[in-house]
């Protein structure tokens, strides 16, 4: 009895120093849960990705001597200065062109400040109606599938053969409705509806813009949301003249 007893001691103390933790051992967790919260909190937030990977802007024959002849042209002009801002602010590879530009005068001048800002990648002058000409078709931008927004007159001749040729090349193409725009404006809504038969977008400006950037965290959107507010009463008057109810 008792050496039972004396027994039980012995085996009370041998459990407590298998199961109490050592000092050394309390600090060497406290040691692995510091580098855990270190390596927690120096942890980069994710990049925002944009959702278009490949945008590109054409301006499509915006000269001046369409200005008398083409409906809702002071519209047109709006919509693309707004659109040429943002490619400012978004860093978007921009391509002009003119037709016949000795005859039918350069681009208006109310853009010509934009394209300077803009990333223009070129200011090419043209007989074929369709933009996608082979100046264009070499730049590497186009090597891959591109998100090609498309703004111009006029909406049924060279509007609507730029964006046939760019999805016959395997891009995607956005018809920017509030800056499209014909001679006579009964050709637009069917250049539209043939355009989105064909496997175009018909968009606005603002939708296109937000769509590209996907994300309200990526570092130019608040100086877009400046951009849409500043132009809010010229986008409102491009889509009531140019569009209404007709797409």
Known sequence: ?????????????????????SASFISL??????????????????????RFQNPAVFVCDIQEKFRPA??????????????LRASSILSLPVFVTTQNRARLGDTVSELKPHLAAA??????????????????????VFSSPAEVAIVGIESHICVTQTA????QAGHKVYILADGVSSTNK??????????RQAGA???????????LMGDAAVPEFKGIVNLVKDTGK???????GLLGSKI
Do not use: N
Not at 1 to 10: D, E
Not at 70 to 83: C, M, N, Q, R
Not at 119 to 136: E, G, N, Q, Y
């Open 234 to 240: 010229e986008t409102r008057g491009a889509l009531g």
């Open 119 to 140: 990333a223009v990648k070129a200011d090419i002058d043209k007989t074929r109606f369709s933009m996608f000409i082979p100046p264009l078709l070499s730049d590497s």
């Open 186 to 195: 009964e050709e637009v809504p069917i250049a539209l509806a043939r355009l």
């Open 1 to 21: 009895m008792s050496l039972r007893v004396c027994l039980k001691p012995t085996i009370a103390s041998t459990l407590r120093r298998q199961f109490v933790p």
């Open 70 to 83: 083409i409906h809702e042209f002071d519209k047109v002009i709006a919509t693309t200065s707004k659109l």
């Open 164 to 167: 046939l040729d760019l999805l």
């Open 201 to 211: 977008v018909v968009t606005s400006s603002e939708s296109w813009i937000y769509e």
């Open 29 to 50: 967790q406290s040691r692995s849960y510091s580098i855990l919260d270190r390596a927690t909190m120096s942890s980069p937030a994710p990049v925002p990705q944009r």
